[in-house]
């Protein structure tokens, strides 16, 4: 029997600290019109479900009925198995392995395009990207085992790595430094944003030490810490900026603050972590001590839930283009972006929100 079979995920909650020892997560089936909020009453709402985006036909404008006549129908495009996932300057970048490429929205035009590079910068396995202060795409490639920069017109300028032992599976930049998660090597490399050169990597460790990785996948970097999800041990693991290991967060298990198939992580400005869990398909939340705060999400059963969550994503940049979307009892305060590798809704948008 699949995760998937097993595991069922609430409507959720802000937690308390005693869990009985058969807690599990449970589902809630909803109607596709019902305000979506969590945690569900009476407790205050955190989370609100905003709209989800999956074809070209949620972003673009709607087409003329003559148009439509003369031209003929606008055939929608789709996003099929989305992973990673950046927004910069009024546009979603989203990494898409089927199509080998990305989709990238432009929220302020309205226009949803495919990105399908070819001659060097020809993409094989897209899984993750980001998206520096110029608008840079850096794009991590597992089967071109390399990382692949393209400016922001989309024009190809570089692709880099390791000759040996090199899988990267996800790519995060800062001012001045690329940080790639190198799965094969058990790693974090770093990299000098002008020369691409190698500055440093870790942890330097070996198997058994806590802040060994068995097999990482995502990273999410603060001002202060590096998050790096450690697929192959069930947990999250901090390390300093320098590489240096602080702590880790969650175990494997069943219960809320545990992990299964612990995937996309993102921190918001109050160091809260946020952990998308493809097994429970859901995120939870924990505080910058590893407490767990919240949940929100769960198996699909209507708007707002997950299938096969894979990434997540903090943004305070871009709320007016989703404001529409709030209860007009929340002021909301920041976006949480999340893919779904399956399902009728591939990019779920919530907003952190407060009563006003």
Request: proline residues 4%; aromatic residues 16%.
């Amino acid at each position: 029997m699949t995760t998937r079979n097993c595991i069922y995920i609430s409507f959720v909650g802000v937690l308390f600290l005693a869990f009985s020892s058969c807690s599990i997560f449970k589902t809630k089936q909803i109607a596709n019109n019902e305000l979506v909020i969590f945690p569900s009453p009476p407790d205050t709402a955190r989370v609100q479900f905003l709209t989800s985006i999956s074809t070209s036909k949620d972003i673009e404008k709607k087409q003329s009925s003559f148009s439509a006549f003369v031209l003929g129908e606008n055939e929608a495009k789709t996003i099929y198995k989305p992973y990673g996932i950046d927004v910069h300057g009024g546009k979603i970048y989203i990494c898409d392995s089927p199509i080998k490429g990305l989709e990238i929205i432009d929220l302020e035009k309205e226009t949803f395009e495919y990105f399908i590079p070819k001659g060097k910068g020809e993409l094989a396995l897209p899984v993750n990207c980001s998206v520096d202060e110029n608008g840079y795409i850096y794009i991590a490639d597992v089967q071109r085992r390399q990382i692949v920069v393209f400016d922001h017109e989309g024009i190809f300028i570089e692709s880099y790595g390791e000759k040996e032992n090199f899988k990267p599976t996800d790519v995060f930049v800062t001012k001045d430094k690329i940080w790639v998660v190198n799965s094969e090597n058990h790693r974090v490399s770093v990299y000098n944003k002008d020369n691409y050169n190698l500055l440093y990597y870790f942890p330097k460790s070996e198997t058994g030490d806590d802040g060994f990785l068995y097999s990482p996948t995502n990273i999410s970097i603060s001002d202060e810490k590096v998050y790096v999800s450690d697929f192959g041990d069930f947990k999250i693991k901090v390390y300093t900026h320098d590489g240096n290991f602080i702590n880790s967060i969650g175990s494997y298990g069943k219960r809320p603050g545990q992990f299964v198939r612990p995937k996309g992580v993102a921190v918001d400005k109050n160091s809260n972590l946020y952990v998308v869990d493809a097994g429970f398909e859901n995120t939870q939340i924990f505080n910058k001590d590893g407490n767990l705060l919240m949940f929100f999400g769960g198996s699909y059963t209507g708007s707002g839930y997950m299938w096969l969550p894979a990434k997540v994503l903090i943004d305070y940049d871009h709320l007016r283009y989703f404001e529409k979307y709030v209860d007009k009892s929340y002021h909301l305060k920041y976006l949480i972006f999340v893919t779904n590798q399956y399902g009728p809704d591939k990019i779920n948008i919530y907003g952190s929100v407060e009563p006003k």
